[in-house]
Structure formats: structure tokens, C-alpha cells
């Protein structure tokens, strides 16, 4: 069974940056696609950007530039950079993987594709 856990959230400044970690154990991560979702509050959880076992990754358009998802398989950990981050950017973040591929495609954005699920860290951006 695979496990993810998240962390690095913290408050930052508009503008500021973060970077959130999501280590796995369990399994290794090499042929898992790693997505990264948000949900703020009253809001439904979206895709926010992912990175499959070739190492493609995809951004939704609002992140765009701003941030960079990475992985070390080694380490069995993703990571996700966040940079200048805005007000809209509080969520609470997390991470999720899968063993399936989409052709065509990066990954699915659906959060009901992936099959694990990290507890979520929380980033809140205010001055």
C-alpha cells in the first residue's frame, strides 16, 4: 500500500514562496504519475499540476510560471515549488499518485483518477 505524506505549508506573504514536500512509503514512486491538487474552502479540490514516471509535467493556466513540480524518485518524494504566491493560493494542498497512464496526455485532472491520497498540508497566503 502506498502512503503520501505532505508538508512544508506554512502562512506566507503575497509574494512569497514555499516549497511542499510529499514523501512516499510503501512502494517506490518510479512508475507512478504524481498529481498535485487544492481545495480551498467552498470550493472543489483541482488539479494543480502533475508529473508522470517520464518526467512530463503539466500545469493548470493560474499556476503557470509560478510554479515547478519536480520528483526524486530516489528519495521517493515530489515536491512542489511555489512561487509569488497570490491571496487565491490558500488551500489546502495535496498530493496524490497513480499507476495509471493517460494517453495522450500528462495525466488526468479528475481527482477520481488517483488512488492515493496524501492528508494535505495548508498554505495560506496573507499580509
Known amino acids: 500500500q502506498l502512503q503520501l505524506v505532505e508538508s512544508g505549508g506554512g502562512l506566507v506573504q503575497p509574494g512569497g514562496s514555499l516549497r511542499l514536500s510529499c514523501a512516499a512509503s510503501?512502494?517506490?514512486?518510479?512508475?507512478?504519475?504524481i498529481g498535485w491538487f487544492r481545495q480551498a474552502p467552498g470550493k472543489e479540490r483541482e488539479a494543480v499540476s502533475c508529473?508522470?514516471?517520464?518526467?512530463?509535467?503539466d500545469y493548470t493556466d493560474s499556476v503557470k510560471g509560478r510554479f515547478t513540480i519536480s520528483r526524486d524518485n530516489a528519495k521517493r518524494t515530489s515536491y512542489l515549488q511555489i512561487d509569488s504566491l497570490k491571496p487565491e493560493d490558500t488551500a489546502v494542498y495535496y498530493c496524490?499518485?497513480?499507476?495509471?497512464?493517460?494517453?495522450?496526455?500528462?495525466?488526468?485532472?479528475?481527482?477520481?483518477?488517483?488512488?492515493?491520497w496524501g492528508q494535505g498540508t495548508q498554505v495560506t497566503v496573507s499580509a
Open positions: 496524490a499518485a497513480d499507476a495509471a497512464t493517460w494517453p495522450g496526455i500528462v495525466c488526468n485532472r479528475e481527482p477520481a483518477e488517483f488512488s492515493y
Open positions: 508529473i508522470n514516471s517520464d518526467g512530463s509535467t
Open positions: 510503501g512502494w517506490t514512486l518510479d512508475h507512478f504519475t
